[in-house]
């Protein structure tokens, strides 16, 4: 069975500063995808990134991306110039390329603060 | 616009009752599932469905069950609630197997005392 690991229970960052929030999985599967989900106080899952494992460059929306180090099962978010806005619980997910479709295994989250 | 939407999205109930929260899509998505989220803590699946009369087992489906009789809906059922059972429920779908995104509805928060 995979696992996801969020090793960080709780980050903060100052204001326009940049945050790294890291996350680890293991798994016997070379066809899969991570994902990186946002979960502010109303509790809506938002998705934020997503990283096909068979691709070699990293994700990027405006101003998240990704360290994805596919040997090292390894899969970092990195949110740049930080807003009050980004302030919520952040998820890190994997889910089966090839079989059991759509089913996803979230690690337990990193809270992350801003600080104005 | 397509939507995800369950309800109630607040609920207490007492050990013991039977409840059932509904999920209802509207993306016309043949997988479809349901998690749970204890505070502090990521979702863990319960149960999920890859079309109609189609269910399955996920790592947390004691005291659970679902059925799922036409593509829109998937209602879980605690047969016998339990205290162990409060938690934030939430349902998604997705289309197919890939990248796409999992649409998630806006959750149930389950109090049982």
């Known amino acids: 069975a995979q696992t996801v690991t969020q090793s960080q229970p709780e980050m903060s960052v100052q204001e326009a500063e940049t945050v790294t929030l890291s996350c680890t999985y293991d798994?016997?599967?070379?066809?899969?995808?991570l994902f990186w989900y946002k979960q502010p106080p109303s509790r809506q899952m938002i998705l934020v990134i997503r990283q096909e494992a068979y691709k070699q460059q990293n994700a990027t929306e405006n101003r998240f991306s990704v360290n994805f180090q596919k040997a090292a099962k390894s899969f970092s978010l990195k949110i740049s110039d930080s807003q009050l806005g980004d302030a919520a619980m952040y998820f890190c997910?994997?889910?089966?390329?090839?079989?059991?479709?759509?089913?996803?295994?979230f690690g337990d989250g990193t809270t992350l603060t801003v600080k104005p | 616009d397509a939507e995800i939407t369950q309800s109630p999205r607040h609920k207490i109930t007492e050990t013991g009752r039977q409840v059932t929260l509904a999920c209802h899509q509207t993306?016309?998505?043949?997988?479809m599932f349901w998690y749970r989220q204890d505070l502090g803590h990521g979702l863990r699946l319960i149960h999920y469905s890859y079309g109609v009369q189609d269910t399955n087992k996920g790592e947390v489906s004691d005291g659970y069950s679902v059925s799922r009789s036409n593509t829109e809906d998937l209602p879980l059922t605690l047969e016998s609630a339990a205290s162990s059972q409060t938690s934030v429920y939430f349902c998604a779908s997705v289309s197919y197997r890939g990248p796409y995104e999992q649409y998630f509805g806006p959750g149930t928060r389950l109090t049982v005392t």
């Open positions: 993306w016309n998505h043949n997988n």
């Open positions: 798994t016997s599967e070379s066809d899969y995808y």
């Open positions: 997910a994997y889910r089966s390329g090839s079989t059991n479709a759509g089913k996803s295994t």
